[in-house]
């Protein structure tokens, strides 16, 4: 978290809410395309008292009685993480810009609310369990290691 001065209006402008959206519209790299999305949740708001972002990220605000923040979010994280946003790229002095007219001009299936929960719950219960398969793997990992290591070294009681 960076601290700067900043005056009142730029603050109320890049002022975030719970269930904003925060896209990446440039940077990137030549391995990291821009496109990459986050969500403010009730989580992130509990630790500080307000959260804003640079002129490199753009904030979308979501009409919730009509599209789930979370589903939006996961089908934006999907689109990125397919590449689907590569398309939508222009590459100038070795910074990428996502060309926001063709990001926000795609077509985004909308169920009905309810609808949009489940899937949106759905994918985030496989993202979580993911997640937890990867950490778990990565414990396995240095742990053979650890037990490699001994075995070359000499150290290894375990077959005493």
Do not use: W
Request: net charge positive; with cysteine; proline share 3%.
């Amino acid at each position: 978290m960076k601290y700067r001065l900043i005056n009142d209006i730029k603050l109320s402008i890049t002022n975030t809410k719970e269930n904003d959206l925060l896209i990446e519209k440039s940077g990137g790299s030549q391995d990291q395309p821009v496109g990459r999305i986050a969500i403010i949740t009730k989580n992130v708001i509990k630790r500080t008292d307000s959260i804003h972002y640079s002129n490199f990220v753009q904030k979308i605000k979501i009409n919730e009685s009509q599209v789930s923040p979370s589903y939006l979010f996961c089908f934006l994280k999907t689109i990125h993480s397919i590449g689907l946003t590569d398309s939508m790229q222009s590459q100038t002095n070795g910074i990428r810009n996502l060309i926001m007219s063709n990001y926000f001009s795609q077509s985004i299936p909308l169920p009905p609310l309810q609808k949009q929960t489940a899937i949106a719950k759905h994918i985030t219960a496989i993202r979580n369990q993911a997640k937890q398969l990867q950490q778990q793997a990565q414990a396995e990992l240095a742990q053979a290691k650890k037990q490699v290591e001994a075995m070359i070294l000499g150290t290894d009681n375990s077959n005493v």
